[in-house]
Nanobody
């Protein structure tokens, strides 16, 4: 089992960029699918993007062409590069993992979660 810690959140102006990271401790992440979800206060947690163990990716329509997920297995870290940020991207961003082939787009598919990092986009 891995433990996940997100970092890199902060305050950015609309149109700006930010990179958040998901660092794993414990076992290697090379056989894990990793995803990012986000959640605003009082709202449902929303799927953002996922990357499978082979590097295949899937993006939610709301972030396609603006966000990019990548992984560095040697560093046991997954990155989420966010460009052209909008105020509606303001959320707590969580990474999630599961040691399985393929990838999931639902919360229930993942069995390991980080604590989240706040991203705030000002208008």
């Amino acid at each position: 089992q891995v433990q996940l810690v997100e970092s890199g959140g902060g305050l950015v102006q609309a149109g700006g960029s930010l990179r958040v990271s998901c660092a794993a401790s414990g076992r290697t992440i090379s056989n894990y699918a990793i995803a990012w979800f986000r959640q605003a206060l009082g709202k449902e947690r929303e799927y953002v993007v996922a990357i499978d163990r082979g590097g295949g990716t899937d993006y939610a329509d709301s972030v396609k062409d603006r966000f990019t997920i990548s992984r560095d297995n040697a560093k046991k870290t997954v990155y989420l590069e966010m460009n052209s940020l909008k105020p509606e991207d303001t959320d707590v961003y969580y990474c999630a993992a599961r040691a399985r082939y393929g990838l999931g787009t639902s919360q229930a598919w993942y069995d390991t979660w980080g604590q989240g990092t706040q991203v705030t986009v000002s208008s």
